[in-house]
């Protein structure tokens, strides 16, 4: 950066405040204030909430230094705030939105600094005019420092951008997101040579979250090989958060999909496969499958890392109300859905009964004594009101739900009044 600063540091008076200025607590303010100001369709998106929380807390110390007069502009060496600006141009955010969270930030820093002036000034006794003035000497510094440091932050979101067109990343993207939401018949003959994707193919598409997006690709580009398939089409949707899809030109062996679970499972992986799906129509099918298992990890925390949309099918279908599922587990199991270890050694029994057709059975399955399996379901029937044979099927989709949601009670303690041992 080239170019004299204008501004003076701030007044004597005011650096004993400036360095115990909480900027812990403004970061968190400003964090969350972005989120919601600029990037709300991110507030879910833990690494990317995070990423945006560690270019604030860089910028505010850097800022804190300028106003001081212990660094310069010129010397101002940013990693985080450019890091989190090439992982914006990366994911497809605007330029815009990533300008409005500057001014949303240094807006709310301008404030809080404002507070510490005028309570440090009235601790003082200092008269009204001095601490206006260098208050808006100190302001004008602020601003500075955030004028220059959106220059740097914009170059770098322009050049990662132009290396994304270069390298066509940023086009694929585009034509997939079009093609997603496109509701007229497409012509696919010649995005071929664009895509390096056969969108004729019969897709299967797989959500990696918690990774970012080039180890996820490697991790995609291993899938393809062990299962076989032909195609290979990476979108990065978040800075941790990658979709796929997988292609053959026939259908998909359930051998082959059972491979990329495995995987997952082996790979410890938080990740979730749909069903395979022909054509254009067969890409938004797999996508609006994904969408339904993001959901669902929300709603359905319990639900486990490696998800496949047969499997869940029916947590989907059941979770479209979340709060109407919960008041339905809360009817149906009563003090069985609490949050303690014996309401979940009942719940677990209730099931492999339900599973396994005898008593004998379900006690090997858990590695009891039959007599213990006996105990546990008279008591669960005690509970419930009425015997398991009665309202099977509402309990059985109650202990789906339950151990899906999580749902922890209001009153975790335990009135199940069962013995530890059992």
């Not at 939105?97 to 301008?110: F, K, P, W």
């Not at 010649?190 to 690709?217: C, F, K, M, N, R």
């Not at 949309?309 to 109300?321: E, G, K, N, R, T």
Request: overall charge negative.
């Amino acid at each position: 950066m080239t170019g004299a600063t204008r501004t003076k540091p701030i007044a004597d008076w005011l650096r004993e405040p400036l360095a115990h200025w909480d900027l812990d607590s403004l970061i968190e303010r400003i964090a969350a204030r972005g989120t919601e100001g600029a990037f709300p369709g991110r507030r879910e998106d833990a690494p990317f909430v995070e990423l945006l929380r560690s270019s604030v807390s860089e910028n505010l110390r850097h800022l804190r230094h300028y106003m001081l007069g212990t660094v310069d502009l010129e010397s101002l060496e940013l990693r985080e705030p450019l890091r989190f600006a090439r992982k914006q141009a990366e994911i497809g955010s605007s330029q815009n939105a990533l300008q409005h969270s500057y001014r949303l930030g240094i807006q709310a820093a301008v404030e809080d600094w404002g507070s510490v002036v005028a309570e440090e000034g009235t601790g003082r006794g200092l008269p009204t005019a001095t601490v206006a003035a260098d208050l808006v000497a100190s302001v004008a510094r602020m601003l500075e420092y955030s004028d220059a440091v959106q220059g740097m932050v914009a170059a770098e979101f322009a050049d990662q951008e132009a290396e994304l067109r270069r390298t066509g990343q940023q086009i694929r993207r585009q034509i997939i997101l079009d093609l997603l939401n496109r509701t007229d018949p497409v012509d696919t003959s010649d995005l071929l040579s664009v895509l390096g994707y056969d969108l004729t193919h019969v897709h299967l598409a797989i959500q990696i979250s918690d990774i970012a997006p080039s180890e996820a690709t490697r991790i995609a580009q291993d899938l393809r090989h062990l299962s076989g398939a032909g195609g290979l089409l990476p979108m990065p949707i978040g800075v941790a958060e990658t979709v796929f899809w997988l292609g053959r030109p026939r259908s998909w062996p359930l051998a082959s999909v059972e491979v990329i679970l495995s995987e997952g499972w082996l790979r410890e992986l938080t990740m979730s496969v749909t069903r395979p799906a022909a054509g254009v129509p067969g890409l938004k099918q797999t996508h609006r499958e994904l969408a339904e298992m993001a959901k669902l990890r929300t709603v359905g925390p319990m639900i486990g890392r490696v998800l496949h949309y047969p499997d869940v099918q029916l947590d989907v279908l059941l979770l479209q109300a979340p709060e109407a599922a919960r008041r339905f587990v809360e009817d149906e199991l009563g003090p069985l859905a609490e949050d303690s270890s014996s309401a979940e050694r009942l719940r677990q029994t209730v099931e492999a009964s339900y599973a396994y057709g005898s008593h004998v059975q379900t006690a090997v399955a858990l590695g009891v004594h039959e007599h213990t399996v006996r105990n546990r379901l008279r008591r669960a029937e005690e509970l419930l009101g009425h015997s398991l044979a009665e309202r099977r099927t509402e309990l059985q989709i109650a202990l789906r739900l339950r151990a899906t949601m999580g749902l922890p009670s209001k009153d975790s303690s335990d009135t199940t009044g069962l013995a530890s041992g059992l």
